[in-house]
């Protein structure tokens, strides 16, 4: 390509070559390898010459071994260097660095304060021993000053209304841990599998099979249209076309979005919303954002949300204080000043005009997650039934449900909810995590890891959406190797039977409940898993 000039008639001049010390003189044959260096070459060969022993064996044990330990580098364990010739200077070795703590070490003992409770000698039992905090081991504080520490420290739980620790687990850990399919005889896994088999044929009989109802919303195509990598964006368009398919895309509900992450489908249910204004003016319909994790808060911006840093299985939802404004319920709970420290809210609490209906969805609950989110919102139908002794607001609390089931080898006892309806064909709470194992045939061998290429800062919770490394197999494992004996597509075949069955477990569970029978929300199974999303 011809480059013009910028101005006038000049031309662009060639770069001119880089200044060089000039060199001494010498006959061709006295020069030597070194001679050939240059300035900054020499500079660097003369600071390693210039570095302590341990420091270079330090760092040639470290090179050698490879710090990430990728495939096609040098592999192995760092060889720890000796203690520190510095002296007073801390003996604890800090892996992650490669290095020893620079740290003065506290008179009579080679460690300094933070590291002092690693010290076993006798004179350091005589003192008062430093202990690792209960609230957040990463620090630590004298055993004498324990209790006060634990009144001020920074990592202590907020004192909030709606914390209850468990809440949501609908039935108490197993008391042994859960056999594995690997565990099992071949005798053990074929039972299960003609239990799964069972309720999958009930399943057909009752309600038939999911269809496939792939939606758009015209929100997205904006976002779409700048992405190479576009799978995100055509899920979060057809789980907004399903919200808009279910009438839930109104000003005067209430949006409460589990797991929520960044807060992007949020933010793009937001958006759908505000398109309808015919002003084109940003929706104020309120938002609550609900997630255990603190993410970068980059969509809170455009919408009025308050966000609830709470893990959900510990979550009461109708405690929330901004949510019971929604229902006129207020006014008989005193707002926790502390309830700042854990969310923060940019809502205006004008008086409503009524009750406004919850919606409530989520993108990215992994297994488990989902169940929690079921229990939480039916737990807040219950409360608010014998809270306000009206069936009309009862009636009117959650408009409408979406969440898109995916991690069912995430799922567990504790927190599964349909269990009553799977035990029906001699499953039990034990059978769960097998289960969820089983749910990974339908993948294994197609997508060894659920991830895309590109797009990485779409993937919220990328390590949750892995299959765990045990469930890993090739397609072609031959059925006389697999623990199972069974063929990888029969394997396939069962595992989306496992995905189906485990998702109707819950639909069952919902339909049982009678906050949602009395609701008139369950009138059938098209109502609650409309059809697939693709993934």
């Known amino acids: 390509m011809d480059l013009a000039a910028s101005s006038g008639n000049s031309q662009m001049q060639p770069p001119s070559p880089i200044a060089r010390p000039p060199v001494r003189p010498r006959e061709v044959d006295d020069l030597t390898a070194a001679d050939a260096q240059s300035p900054a070459d020499s ?47 801390c003996h604890f070795f800090v892996t992650r660095k490669q290095r020893y703590c620079s740290l003065a070490a506290r008179k009579g003992t080679n460690y300094c304060g933070e590291h ?20 957040d081991p990463n620090h630590t504080v004298q055993q004498s000053d324990l209790k006060k520490h634990l009144l001020r420290c920074n990592s202590r739980l907020p004192d909030l209304p709606y914390r209850s620790t468990d809440v949501n687990l609908v039935r108490s850990a197993l008391s042994e841990p859960a056999r594995l ?14 239990s799964i088999e069972a309720a999958h044929a009930e399943m057909l009989a009752q309600d038939g099979d999911i269809p496939t109802l792939v939606l758009d919303h015209p929100v997205v195509h904006t976002r779409r249209d700048a992405k190479q990598n576009r799978k995100h964006v055509n899920q979060v368009a057809s789980l907004i076309g399903h919200l808009q398919h279910m009438g839930s895309l109104k000003e005067e ?37 609900v997630d255990r994790s603190n993410f970068r808060k980059k969509f809170d911006a455009y919408m009025q949300v308050e966000r609830i840093a709470l893990d959900i299985k510990d979550l009461k939802l109708s405690l929330v204080p901004s949510l019971r404004h929604y229902h006129g319920l207020d006014q008989n709970l005193a707002s926790d000043s502390s309830s700042t420290s854990a969310s923060t809210s940019t809502m205006p609490h004008a008086k409503p005009a009524g009750v406004r209906p919850l919606v409530g969805f ?14 939480c919102l039916d737990g807040y139908m219950a409360d608010l039934a014998s809270q306000t002794k009206s069936s009309a607001t009862t009636s009117s609390a959650v408009h409408s449900i979406l969440i898109a089931l995916c991690c069912h080898h995430r799922c567990s006892a504790e927190t599964y909810v349909g269990l009553d309806w799977l035990s029906k064909f001699g499953i039990q709470a034990h059978d769960i995590h097998a289960l969820g194992q089983m749910g990974g045939w339908a993948v294994c061998g197609v997508r ?35 623990y199972s004996g069974m063929s990888h597509a ?46």
């Open 253 to 289: 509900h209430v949006f409460v979005e589990f797991g929520a992450g960044k807060g992007e489908f949020g933010h793009f249910v937001h958006k759908a919303l505000s398109s309808q204004r015919p002003d084109g003016s940003h929706s104020s319909a309120p938002f609550f954002m």
């Open 490 to 535: 029969d394997r396939e075949r069962i595992g989306f039977m496992v995905k189906r069955v485990l998702d109707y477990g819950r639909v069952q569970w919902l339909r049982s409940r009678d906050e949602w029978n009395a609701a008139g929300k369950m009138r059938g199974w098209k109502d609650q898993l409309d059809g697939h999303v693709e993934s």
């Open 116 to 135: 002092g409770h690693l010290d076993t000698s006798s004179a350091a039992a005589a003192r008062d021993p430093r202990v690792p905090c209960p609230l």
């Open 448 to 482: 060894p890891k659920m991830t895309v290429d590109g797009d990485q800062d779409d993937d919220e919770d990328l390590e949750e959406h892995s299959l765990p490394e045990g469930d890993l197999e090739e397609q072609g494992t031959p059925a006389a190797e697999h």
């Open 362 to 375: 989520s993108k990215h609950l992994c297994g488990g997650a989902t169940d929690l989110t079921l229990a």
């Open 43 to 89: 500079s660097l060969a003369a600071s390693q010459d210039e570095q302590p022993p341990s420091a270079k064996k330090q760092r040639t044990d470290k090179d050698a071994t490879g710090s990430d330990g990728r495939k096609g580098k040098k592999t192995g364990k760092a060889v720890q260097p000796p203690p520190p010739s510095k002296p007073n200077q």
């Open 181 to 194: 399919l690997q565990e099992r005889s071949k005798d053990e896994i074929a039972s299960l599998v003609a």
